[in-house]
């Protein structure tokens, strides 16, 4: 059971959920109509800032004694890596920004830094769980985009809200987080990019 939750906490690793929502992004909405070189550029870059360059910056953390490992079970240690994926994310904002993607694609890169910033200040006294506020993220970014498109990937909504359970089980399984923890962090993480979604009826 142990070797199940930490492969779902690898392949759903808080570094990995900007891909997948642009990933997913360019394949059921009408981004999808895209060249793939294009389509490269766009997910390349966006793996690029937010998993590759924060992923390298921890591990050099770890390496000079910042961190004790790549968990950061110490929420005193998570304060550096939370504020270089807030700045991670505002990069990849400004990139795909240039790259003239649409307003309810980066409308949701506001609601990934917003519940950043408001899990930095949580991590102070609590340690809330960031691989819940990933996915659950990742579900609001789906059906805020969803709602905009009016399109229903009913197949995509099932497998990430049980992804979800996954993640969180997995963490309360690894002794990682409390179930509060998990479930903390999971509506944080959905209802800030859920909530981004709706400054598109605004703008």
Not at 19 to 28: D, I, K, S
């Amino acid at each position: 059971m142990k070797l199940m939750a930490n492969i779902a906490s690898i392949i759903f690793h808080p570094l990995l959920m900007v891909t997948y929502g642009v990933l997913l992004a360019l394949n059921y909405t009408y981004l999808a109509i895209y060249p793939s070189t294009m389509k490269l550029y766009l997910a390349g870059g966006s793996f690029l800032c937010t998993t590759v360059i924060p992923g390298l910056l921890i591990l050099l953390m770890i390496k000079g004694g910042a961190a004790s490992d790549a968990e950061l079970t110490d929420k005193r240690e998570r304060t550096i890596p939370y504020l270089i994926f807030i700045a991670a994310n505002m990069t990849c904002l400004f990139y795909l920004f240039k790259m003239q993607m649409p307003f309810w694609l980066l409308s949701l890169f506001i609601g990934i830094c917003l519940a950043l910033f408001i899990a930095l200040f949580i991590n102070f006294v609590w340690k809330i769980s960031a691989h819940a506020i990933g996915i659950g993220g990742l579900l609001g970014a789906v059906m805020g985009v969803a709602q905009i498109q009016m399109i229903n990937p009913f197949r995509l909504f099932i497998f990430i809200l049980l992804a979800g359970g996954l993640v969180c089980t997995s963490r309360i399984l690894l002794k990682k987080h409390t179930p509060m923890q998990a479930y903390a962090g999971f509506g944080l993480g959905f209802i800030c990019t859920f909530g981004a979604s709706f400054t598109n009826f605004i703008y």
